[in-house]
């Protein structure tokens, strides 16, 4: 075994636990971990992270610089909880498509809550208690079970949309409206 595989920088010198910063073998290691960079050009530590709740960090400040409150609204559309929910419902096996809710408006019917109606998701969205009711209606894949599959879409839809939109779902409605073979394109742009 080498020097490299018994844990050791291969001077015989051993390696420092991960994380505990950067490590140079050779002399300068005797030193220990190299401290990181200070003042205008260093990078802020929440600038490497990713996610929803971090704050962009243009100015090299910290989410706890922000001490004041912004006046403003946040506005979600219908559109877009819709969207969301549809992608959630086609992410589950056995989801053949969505389908148009039945008597919604036909093919000629303009703006976004037909086009939303046709695309088989409605949205009741309630501002006043921060919630969202949804109905889904889709067409399952023949040969699966039917209700797991409706109750796998329920749970999906409602993690995601929650998730995503940072408010209660309060209800998720799945309606299952056709049954469709596997990979039949033609019945699912019907």
Do not use: C, W
């Not at 549809?86 to 019917?109: D, I, K, S």
């Not at 049954?179 to 394109?185: E, F």
């Amino acid at each position: 075994m080498t020097g490299l595989d018994k844990g050791s920088a291969g001077s015989g010198e051993p390696r420092p636990e991960p994380g505990a910063g950067p490590f140079f073998p050779g002399p300068a290691a005797r030193r220990g971990p190299v401290p990181p960079p200070r003042g205008p050009l260093a990078a802020p530590t929440s600038a490497v992270s990713s996610g929803a709740n971090v704050l962009p960090m243009t100015l090299q400040g910290t989410p706890g610089d922000i001490t004041t409150a912004v006046d403003g609204r946040i506005t979600i559309e219908n559109g877009v909880i819709g969207k969301i929910a549809a992608l959630a419902a086609l992410e589950v096996g056995g989801v053949a498509a969505l389908v148009p809710r039945p008597g919604t408006p036909g093919p000629g019917a303009q703006g976004p809550d037909a086009e939303r109606a046709r695309a088989g998701v409605r949205v009741d969205f309630d501002e006043h208690a921060d919630e969202v009711a949804l109905d889904v209606a889709i067409a399952v894949e023949y040969g699966t079970v039917i209700k797991d599959v409706a109750r796998l879409v329920k749970a999906n839809v409602a993690r995601v949309a929650g998730l995503m939109l940072g408010m209660r779902i309060a209800a998720v409605n799945v309606s299952v409206e056709d049954v469709r073979m596997p990979g039949d394109q033609a019945a699912t742009r019907a």
